[in-house]
């Protein structure tokens, strides 16, 4: 890992962390490198200006202020790319516009020369996606899903028939090739899985979710995950529509 990536790794740890603090011991085990290493990165961050304590004897260690404001977001050229690359290649995926907007706001913010390192290096990364669903379909279902309100859709289930429906949306789930929207059907009284390519209509509706949550899905795969973690639930088996 280069020291770059490793400042900004160790401003995470110390952010997840809060109000315990991590000894430097710790950190040198984290990221494979010494303890004085460690504490020269230490010095680096809080030279940068990052809000970092130390607190000595026993059960001390290193944080980060709570609540104080850190250094901007420093992005290495491989890093920007592999963002611009997983959302140019998942277009289809949930909030896709909004990550491509937030990912914009990045290079906006990078010096010139890592933004310039970053453009040419993408020039070297090609994607060929599929056709995505309709936006309006994917904007009304990705609202009510973050507003957790009652979605109305007009559905195509395998066997070809049409239903409309109105669902309560637990969670978007991803599982060869396909984009699903898992939620509680209200027309089956019972937790379904829909192929978001099959959904020829959708409105966010303004009625609230009944509180359904993951758990109710059903046993995910060992090897399922949040997108935003290593581990936990992600996109429980036996998909279906109907």
């Known amino acids: 890992m280069k020291r770059t990536e490793r400042l900004h790794a160790l401003s995470e740890m110390l952010r997840r962390n809060g109000s315990r603090g991590c000894s430097a011991e710790r950190l040198a085990r984290e990221f494979g490198v010494s303890v004085r290493t460690v504490k020269r990165d230490l010095a680096a961050l809080e030279n940068s ?3 970092v304590w130390s607190r000595p004897g026993p059960g001390g260690g290193y944080g980060l202020a709570i609540g104080a ?4 977001v420093s992005l ?3 890093q920007a790319v592999a963002l611009m690359a ?3 290649a998942a277009p289809d995926a949930p909030y896709s516009d909004l990550a491509a907007a937030g990912i ?3 290079l906006d913010v990078l010096d ?3 933004r310039a390192r970053a453009e040419q290096l993408a020039g070297r990364v090609w994607v060929n996606p599929l ?3 309709s936006r309006t379909i994917r904007s009304a279902l990705e609202a009510a899903m973050a507003e957790q309100r009652v979605v109305r859709i007009r559905y195509t289930s395998g066997d070809g028939t049409t239903t409309t429906r109105d669902v309560e949306p637990v969670l978007f789930a991803s599982t060869n090739g396909q984009w699903y ?3 509680w059907c209200q027309l089956r009284d019972a937790m379904r899985w829909f192929t978001v390519s099959r959904i020829e209509r959708a409105s966010a509706t303004g009625t609230p979710c009944s509180g359904h949550t993951i758990h109710e899905v059903g046993e995910p795969p060992p090897n399922a995950r949040p997108v935003h973690g290593r581990g936990g639930p992600g996109h429980p088996s036996n998909p279906s529509g109907q």
């Open 104 to 106: 914009q706001k990045i």
């Open 49 to 51: 200006g990052a809000p």
């Open 86 to 88: 997983a959302v140019s």
């Open 112 to 114: 010139p020369k890592t």
């Open 131 to 133: 056709p995505s669903s």
């Open 181 to 183: 929207l898992v939620g």
């Open 69 to 72: 404001s850190l250094p901007p």
């Open 76 to 78: 290495s050229p491989a």
